[in-house]
Nanobody, 130 residues
Framework: QVHLVESGGGWVQAGGSLRLSCVMF????????MGWFRQVQGKDRELVAA????????YYADSVLGRSTISRDNTKNTLYLQMNTLKPEDTATYFC???????????????????????WGQGTQVTVSS
């Protein structure tokens, strides 16, 4: 069973930076495509960024493109999201997610459909003040 634990959220002023981390326990991290999502209360969970199993291929939502970097360290079973130039509209709970299927020979690219993710962390809150 995949177990994901996020950290790194917090409060920051607009223009500041945060780095979120997500550690996977229980499975071979390097075989999973991963993603970061965020959710504001009352709204749907939306994809922020995604990365394939090797880290070579990435995807970013337009809302964070140019301001955020998703990366992974397969030797540490850890996924990262570096967020810069944060805006108040980035305020949300951020979740990391692992693909439903852990098969790098089939799942070769980043996954952009929420339905393709099967495991979720508990979330970490990011609050950006103006």
């Amino acid at each position: 069973q995949v177990h994901l634990v996020e950290s790194g959220g917090g409060w920051v002023q607009a223009g500041g930076s945060l780095r979120l981390s997500c550690v996977m326990f229980g499975r071979t991290f390097s075989t999973y495509a991963m993603g970061w999502f965020r959710q504001v209360q009352g709204k749907d969970r939306e994809l922020v960024a995604a990365i394939n199993w090797s880290g070579v291929k990435t995807y970013y939502a337009d809302s964070v493109l140019g301001r955020s970097t998703i990366s992974r360290d397969n030797t540490k079973n850890t996924l990262y999201l570096q967020m810069n130039t944060l805006k108040p509209e980035d305020t949300a709970t951020y979740f990391c997610a692992a693909a439903r299927r852990a098969d790098p020979t089939v799942v070769t690219g980043p996954l952009t459909d929420r339905a393709d993710y099967g495991s979720w962390g508990q979330g970490t809150q990011v609050t950006v003040s103006s």
